[in-house]
């Protein structure tokens, strides 16, 4: 059974400060997805990486992903008030883009 | 591109009654769409999902004659909450995917209240 854990659930960071949230996974999958939600929003697409050593940026973000580990990485470079949201990474299932299994989410908030 | 609009964005109905939820793609056509189900300050779970001119698949636990999903055309796919209670209230999202792209598109949810 694929599970998603992702650390930390909590992250409370000052402005212009850096950090890492960590996205592990169970058993192979050949998409990781990561995505923000704002408060009573639906999901924002961020990255999705689709290969071993694959990394992408976007911003003040980065994220990675190690296949052989089966972990994932998202950067935050900076920090600034209007990244504080929730942010999940997701690992597909059975090779299909829609069939996700969610991490819990690590809720970000960006202290000035 | 690549737009899925989802109707309503928010709902409040008596316990007891029907409600139903739409997930349209409105510039692309979705062989696949998917329905979720996200509680309070909880994260997102995987209810069914559908393809167009089929029988939805559920995942386990979730109830196929409760929720009732149809996906009629390319373009459009509902879910229904049949007889609803005060613990079906969440937040319901939809995503459609096509077999050409790399990820499934979002829906901007629904929120629903049962009363």
């Known amino acids: 059974e694929l599970k998603v854990e992702q650390n930390p659930l909590f992250l409370s960071m000052q402005e212009g400060k850096n950090y890492t949230i960590y996205c592990n996974y169970s058993t192979t999958s050949d998409r990781l997805y990561w995505y923000r939600q704002d408060p009573g929003k639906s999901l924002e697409s961020l990255f999705v990486?689709?290969?071993?050593?694959a990394v992408k940026q976007e911003g003040r973000l980065m994220a990675s992903l190690d296949t052989k580990a089966r972990l994932s990485t998202l950067h935050i470079t900076a920090a600034v008030h209007d990244l504080s949201a929730t942010y999940f990474c997701?690992?597909?299932?059975?090779?299909?883009?829609?069939?996700?299994?969610f991490g819990k989410g690590t809720k970000l908030s960006v202290k000035p | 591109g690549a737009v899925v609009s989802q109707h309503p964005s928010r709902v409040i109905c008596k316990s007891g009654t029907s409600v139903k939820i739409e997930c349209r793609s409105l510039?692309?056509?979705?062989?696949?769409m998917f329905w979720y189900r996200q509680f309070p300050k909880q994260s997102l779970m995987l209810m069914a999902t559908?393809?167009?001119?089929?029988?939805?698949?559920?995942e386990q636990g979730v109830e196929k004659d409760k929720f009732l999903i149809n996906h009629a055309s390319l373009t459009l796919s509902t879910l229904t909450v049949t007889s609803a209670h005060p613990e079906d209230s969440s937040f319901y999202i939809c995503?459609?995917?096509?077999?050409?792209?790399?990820?499934?598109?979002f829906g901007q949810g629904t929120r629903l209240t049962v009363v």
């Open positions: 995503s459609a995917a096509t077999g050409l792209s790399t990820e499934a598109f």
């Open positions: 997701a690992v597909s299932r059975r090779g299909s883009q829609g069939n996700l299994i």
């Open positions: 510039d692309f056509q979705a062989t696949t």
């Open positions: 559908s393809n167009e001119g089929s029988k939805a698949t559920y």
């Open positions: 990486l689709l290969s071993n050593g």
